[in-house]
């Protein structure tokens, strides 16, 4: 579909990926509704969409994982614009963690914001698209842990599979009512998420792991571009990093070489993340809570 002139709401348009998408879009013409949690990186994604001759319908700050506030959002939304044409779910946290290490708080958290998010925004305004019939595109930034199972990426990955299963049965649900549907799975990017990631891991290690993860990272911009590529050709399934390409394709076409990388691949991570003073269990439930000196660090 073309772009120009369609009313677009982007979810965790304050930074990264969705920041770099909301501008892409709003340089095709498309009239943006741009939300995040974080207030100040919004004001100042509006800001820079504005003094490139951008328009901003509409810049709410708003928690995606609290039904209530996307339930206001959609009325306020609806009542001043009427529904929707693109619906773009960006917004997303990250932890990397052994099972064995982690919180409740933790596996709640990633599963309210990235799976709770996105399925809020779903069900609060495309029925209004369904009504309207005028058809428009819904899309969802998953991650290459939608189809890969990265190591330390139990709750993550999680999120990021059902994403993708919702998105393709989206995909032929929503096609009689010419409701486009793609889901975005991108490699390592250059985003805020590189610092905000949880790791369950002791500093010296989160440090290694930044360094190694950016070093393989592409930037936001690039995966900007093949969503919006995605919306105007209307691809359902996009993979943006050359690597992960050719991982899915042995994983779906030669299992035993992706068995080994997968082998080999969780043992860099291991050995890369894991330190003789590797933290212990923290939540209340563990047995071994009397080691306190896990370090729960954000890098
Ligand atoms: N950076 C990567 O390497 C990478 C790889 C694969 C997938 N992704 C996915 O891309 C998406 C965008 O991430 P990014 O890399 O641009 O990171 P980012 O941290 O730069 O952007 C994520 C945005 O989501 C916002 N956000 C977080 N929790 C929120 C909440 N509860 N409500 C509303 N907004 C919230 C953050 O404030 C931030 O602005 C995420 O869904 C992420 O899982 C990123």
Not at 24 to 50: C, H, K, N, P
Not at 89 to 108: C, Y
Not at 127 to 153: C, K, N, Y
Request: hydrophobic share 40%; with cysteine.
């Amino acid at each position: 579909m073309e772009i120009r002139g369609k009313k677009a709401l982007v979810t965790g348009a304050a930074s990264g990926i969705g920041r770099a998408t909301a501008l892409a879009m709003a340089e095709r013409g498309a009239r943006l509704f741009i939300t995040d949690i974080d207030s100040q990186g919004l004001e100042e994604t509006r800001r820079e969409i504005e003094a490139r001759g951008g328009e901003v319908c509409l810049c709410r700050p708003l928690d995606v994982s609290d039904y209530e506030a996307m339930r206001n959002l959609a009325e306020e939304i609806h009542a001043g614009f009427g529904p929707l044409d693109i619906l773009a779910n960006i917004a997303g946290v990250a932890l990397f963690s052994q099972v064995e290490d982690m919180t409740h708080e933790q596996w709640r958290r990633v599963v309210d914001v990235n799976l709770w998010g996105p399925y809020h925004a779903i069900e609060c305004f495309v029925p209004e698209m369904v009504r309207a019939g005028r058809g428009g595109h819904v899309l969802t930034v998953s991650s290459t842990a939608g189809i890969i199972g990265l190591p330390w990426h139990v709750v993550y990955a999680g999120t990021k599979h059902a994403l993708v299963g919702s998105s393709e049965v989206l995909r032929y649900d929503l096609r009689k009512h010419g409701i486009g549907v793609s889901v975005i799975l991108p490699g390592a990017v250059n985003t805020g998420l590189v610092r905000t990631t949880v790791i369950n891991a002791d500093e010296d290690a989160c440090d290694r792991g930044r360094r190694i993860f950016a070093r393989h990272a592409i930037p936001p911009e690039r995966v900007a571009r093949f969503i919006v590529d995605a919306i105007e050709k209307n691809r359902f399934m996009v993979i943006t990093n050359p690597d992960i390409k050719l991982l899915y394709f042995l994983k779906r076409f030669f299992p035993p070489a992706y068995e080994l990388i997968m082998r080999a691949m969780t043992w860099f991570v291991d050995h890369t993340l894991t330190r003789k003073t590797m933290c212990q269990p923290s939540h209340p439930y563990s047995s071994s809570t009397k080691h306190k000196d896990h370090g729960l660090s954000h890098i």
